[in-house]
């Protein structure tokens, strides 16, 4: 999920997440929802501020892992 990309379960659950089921990706999003990392809004899930900048304090991480 890109820092301002906007995704439903639909969405996130087939092209993202491989071989994991529904219910896994269901309790995943919870976990990451009570950790304040995303948030939900009418039109699907969204990283919130710290959702955000954990991904920018983990840039240079993925990149070295490449």
Request: proline residues 3%; glycine residues 10%; aromatic residues 6%.
């Given at each position: 999920?890109?820092?301002?990309?906007?995704?439903?379960?639909?969405?996130?659950?087939?092209?993202?997440?491989?071989?994991?089921?529904?219910?896994?990706?269901?309790?995943?999003?919870?976990?990451?929802?009570?950790?304040?990392?995303?948030?939900?809004?009418?039109d699907g899930y969204v990283l919130t501020p710290?959702?955000?900048?954990?991904?920018?304090?983990?840039?240079?991480?993925?990149?070295?892992?490449?």
């Open positions: 999920m890109a820092v301002d990309d906007r995704a439903t379960f639909g969405r996130v659950a087939p092209g993202r997440c491989g071989d994991m089921s529904s219910s896994v990706l269901s309790w995943r999003l919870r976990e990451l929802s009570d950790a304040s990392i995303v948030g939900r809004e009418s710290m959702g955000q900048a954990l991904v920018v304090a983990l840039g240079p991480v993925l990149e070295w892992s490449k």
